[in-house]
């Protein structure tokens, strides 16, 4: 029974469904959680973190002059005479600030307002004035200003603090305006001269600089004289409690825990005019984006990487959500990194919950199939579990080892097939092979083209037909020589999967080269019997059909003698290919005259003369007598055969460097340069005329018996005309 086709499939399907409706619910609580700032409670804690990370510069200008400890220890307990103000205003004004900022509440009289008023009077003095939300007596609001003689001699500003709903303060306001219809005022600080933007009456937050950061003097140093006029000269002076017990304090981001003084955080106002550091919201569009991107490029990259890769790109778009906040307030903008990270932490668990579920009812699917596959019987039966993982787990623990075996019985089926084997994918690249292959070709062959390797292993003649064939396999199989003289027949055939897939192929190679021999030796003796040996015969019965007058006995017998000389070349070929080689002392020119005088008779009925030259002072080669007799005798008659009427054959037998050479030079035609690089195969044979015929088997006897005693043959033409062989043989050590 086959799969169902297309499971995986069916799997990826099931996995971008799941995908899409992950990223579409993630990603409607992302946008839910902008627009709805349900993760503002955790983005102020983020604020206030990344606010102590990247504070604000302190500036140089402003001066607070501090209602503290040491003050209230030197001038009694608070409140005190408005004298005393007024004294300080005098000090102050003597040494020339840019302005003065008085952050005290003087709404009640008092006997010395008048001195006060006039001091006020000599400096440009702010007051603050505070609203009451909601106010006393049913009202939607009230205001409460200084004393009337005091707010007619200084400038006017609210000074209402804006606390968020976890009591810390983050934000402020350039003016206030407590109800529709009325006239907004402006913030204590701007209303002083301080340049910079503001955004309406909008809050916006505040960027802080350090707990006490500011410059700061004692109050009392200031009303005794002891700040010189030159630090006070040119700067903003904010005049405010800053002591323990007075309550004038709050939370704020970059207190650790702390409190800030109201004039302080005043001061910190100042400082985001004068530097235009206010904090800024950027538009819903991009806080959309900025909370959306980083849960998409999650469920982007769930496609590319593994789970464990997922959970650590997880990590790092947390921290690098953080770390860009923490950037954007740097540069004097805040973009909440809560959304971003509530779609961090919501896609990464929803997105695995949906894939493992996938998962396993892809995996029950199939091992449901598995289990009825004839080919794997899974039908061992387990004890029951409850549990759907538990169960699973067995399933395919058994799936698992079944296949395992299945795997072991293909491997070491493979492994014994006596012939190479070659297994690649579809790209063509070799991932298993058997031991056949590795010791025919080399160990290295997983990765390597196996198209490639084949063509390269063939003969240059063979690898367009291997091309060919591995393009199209359906011919059943061809036969290649290989570069190492071997013979294969390769056959391939195509891996295909339970669902009709194909998944690579297997190429077997099955080594005939004795099979190829053998065929080439039958070849071989049917051109003997149907040429060489068939002219000699037919020959005779011609020469035998005429008179008895006319027979040529001669001739006849020549006839005869090239059939026996032919068929004795033929078995000694035979032999030695069957035989050891099991030499002896044998004096070269000796044997090589011993040849000549062989063929005298035949060199004299046709006037040839063969003269023997010895120069080799009787050396010794180590030779199989006989078959190096019959080579010399071979060449020798070849040399008679070609020569003219009345000609010559010389043979030189001579010695260089450990050598023996023996030349044989007739003064025929020559050699046909066409048939020259091919004149010692067999039956490779040149025309001479009506008389002479070249057998073609006596040359590469002679070459085949050199070879065998380890020498060497050439041929050449030879100058004045005419052909010379030289055959070179190793002198006998031993003689």
Not at 168 to 181: D, K, L, W, Y
Request: with cysteine; charged share 20%; net charge negative.
């Amino acid at each position: 029974m086959k799969s169902e086709p297309g499971g995986s499939a069916g799997l990826r399907r099931r996995f971008r469904i799941e995908w899409a409706w992950v990223t579409a619910l993630a990603s409607a609580i992302i946008v839910a959680t902008v627009l709805g700032g349900w993760t503002r409670p955790a983005d102020d804690l983020l604020y206030d973190a990344a606010m102590r990370l990247a504070p604000a510069d302190a500036d140089s200008s402003l001066l607070i002059v501090a209602i503290d400890e040491p003050s209230l220890e030197a001038l009694g307990r608070w409140p005190w005479p408005r004298r005393l103000h007024a004294e300080l205003l005098d000090r102050l004004a003597e040494a020339r600030p840019r302005s003065i900022t008085l952050d005290l509440l003087l709404t009640e009289p008092a006997a010395d307002d008048p001195a006060l008023a006039a001091a006020m009077r000599a400096a440009p003095v702010g007051l603050p004035a505070q609203f009451l939300i909601p106010g006393r007596d049913g009202r939607a609001f009230e205001r409460i200003d200084p004393v009337p003689a005091l707010a007619r001699a200084a400038r006017i500003g609210h000074a209402n603090t804006l606390i968020d709903s976890d009591g810390t303060v983050r934000s402020a306001a350039s003016c206030f305006n407590p109800a529709p219809g009325i006239a907004p005022l402006q913030h204590l600080m701007r209303i002083q001269g301080t340049p910079g933007s503001g955004n309406g009456c909008a809050p916006q937050r505040l960027r802080f600089a350090p707990p006490e950061s500011f410059a700061t003097i004692s109050y009392v140093s200031v009303l005794r004289g002891e700040v010189p006029p030159a630090l006070i000269a040119g700067r903003r002076v904010l005049i405010g409690m800053t002591a323990q017990g007075l309550g004038d304090r709050y939370p704020v981001p970059v207190s650790d825990g702390g409190n800030m003084p109201g004039v302080e955080i005043n001061a910190n106002i100042a400082n985001a005019q004068l530097q235009d550091a206010w904090v800024h919201s950027p538009s819903l569009p991009v806080r959309l984006a900025a909370a959306l991107a980083p849960a998409w490029l999650l469920m982007i990259a769930f496609w590319r990487i593994r789970p464990r890769a997922g959970s650590l790109l997880a990590l790092a778009l947390m921290l690098a959500t953080l770390a860009i906040s923490t950037a954007a307030l740097a540069a004097h903008w805040w973009i909440a990194p809560g959304p971003a990270l509530l779609g961090l932490a919501l896609v990464y668990p929803l997105w695995g919950w949906r894939r493992l579920q996938a998962t396993s009812d892809y995996m029950g699917g199939e091992l449901a199939r598995l289990e009825q596959e004839e080919a794997l019987p899974l039908t061992r039966q387990d004890p029951i579990d409850t549990d759907h993982v538990t169960r699973q787990a067995r399933q395919l623990a058994r799936a698992i080892a079944q296949l395992r075996d299945l795997k072991r019985l293909v491997g070491d089926a493979l492994a014994g097939l006596p012939d190479p084997a070659l297994v690649s994918d579809l790209a063509g690249r070799i991932v298993l092979t058997n031991g056949a292959a590795r010791s025919a070709f080399g160990d290295e062959l997983e990765g390597v083209d196996a198209a490639a390797l084949l063509a390269d292993i063939g003969l240059p003649m063979a690898r367009q037909t291997i091309a060919a064939y591995l393009a199209s396999p359906a011919q059943g199989h061809i036969e290649f020589e290989a570069r190492d003289g071997r013979a294969f027949v390769l056959r391939r055939a195509a891996i295909i999967s339970a669902d009709g897939q194909p998944q690579g192929q297997i190429d077997y190679l099955t080594d005939i080269t004795a099979i190829a021999l053998a065929r080439r030796e039958r070849e071989r003796m049917l051109q003997l019997l149907s040429h060489d040996m068939r002219a000699p015969q037919a020959a005779i019965l011609a020469l035998l059909a005429q008179d008895d007058a006319g027979i040529d006995r001669a001739r006849i017998a020549r006839h005869a003698r090239q059939t026996l000389t032919l068929a004795d070349s033929f078995v000694d070929l035979a032999r030695m290919q069957e035989r050891g080689f099991d030499p002896e002392p044998v004096i070269a020119a000796d044997l090589a005259s011993e040849a000549a005088d062989s063929l005298w008779p035949i060199a004299q009925q046709r006037g040839v003369q063969i003269t023997v030259i010895d120069e080799s002072d009787c050396a010794f080669v180590a030779a199989e007598r006989e078959s190096l007799f019959r080579a010399f005798v071979n060449l020798i008659d070849n040399a008679v055969k070609y020569s003219p009427d009345q000609g010559e054959v010389k043979v030189r037998i001579d010695c260089a460097a450990d050598q023996v050479r023996l030349s044989v030079r007739d003064h025929g035609k020559g050699i046909d340069p066409a048939i020259l690089p091919r004149l010692f195969e067999r039956f490779a044979s040149d025309g001479a005329g009506d008389m002479v015929k070249g057998i073609g088997l006596g040359l590469n006897y002679v070459a085949a018996v050199v070879q065998r005693h380890g020498g060497t043959i050439t041929a050449q033409p030879a100058n004045g005309g005419g052909a010379e062989f030289i055959i070179t043989l190793p002198l006998d050590a031993s003689a």
